[in-house]
């Protein structure tokens, strides 16, 4: 006769354990090298862990690299279905906070040329993605993009204030985005 396992053992039940926890064991005996090396790995296959390490560790990154975030972030922003228009698609809102972040840091560093072209084709793809959504509730995220780069292009002022406006209204695909405050600035006022 074979003698059975005593059920009492010292291990949890596999059902009370959550995955976090497996992961956390896991990652304990690991060396610090391999986790700063794993971490690295992750955050460059998945953009959306990069941006959230990024932003927890504040790191300020050169402007090179915020003109290529930003570019990433309006063209995972902007992201249409065609086979779901005129339907309320989902879209990404970290992209949308990481184009407005980007965007506002261009303008804190001067770099009003590369967000006034940046804002154009946040324009461009943004109304387009407005258009073909069933009630544009991406319009709103938009705005918060380009508000800040509105502001300070409106500060400024000037012919290239006026033509950057009005390339953003032509731009604009279904005519509303932040319509006053472009129309304002080709004015002049």
């Not at 497996?22 to 941006?51: F, M, N, S, W």
């Not at 949308?96 to 040329?113: D, F, I, N, P, S």
């Not at 387009?128 to 705005?143: F, H, K, N, P, W």
Request: aromatic share 6%; net charge negative; charged share 35%.
């Amino acid at each position: 006769m074979k003698r059975q396992a005593s059920r009492s053992s010292k291990r949890p039940s596999q059902h009370k354990i959550s995955p976090g926890e497996l992961i956390r064991t896991a990652l304990t005996k690991c060396k610090k090298a391999e986790l700063i090396d794993l971490l690295v790995e992750y955050a460059d296959e998945h953009i959306d862990i990069g941006r959230d390490l990024e932003s927890r560790f504040e790191i300020e990154k050169p402007t090179n690299f915020v003109l290529t975030d930003v570019e990433i972030a309006i063209m995972q922003a902007t992201q249409v279905d065609e086979r779901r228009l005129n339907h309320n698609f989902d879209y990404d809102y970290g992209a949308y906070e990481a184009a407005q972040a980007g965007l506002k840091r261009l303008v804190e560093t001067g770099e009003h040329e590369e967000a006034k072209r940046l804002s154009i084709e946040l324009m461009k793809r943004g109304s387009y993605q407005v258009a073909r959504s069933d009630e544009g509730l991406m319009t709103e995220e938009i705005e918060d993009c380009l508000k800040p780069v509105i502001k300070a292009i409106a500060k400024t002022g000037g012919v290239e204030a006026k033509e950057w406006a009005t390339a953003m209204i032509a731009a604009d695909e279904v005519g509303f985005i932040c319509e006053a405050e472009l129309k304002k600035i080709t004015k002049g006022k």
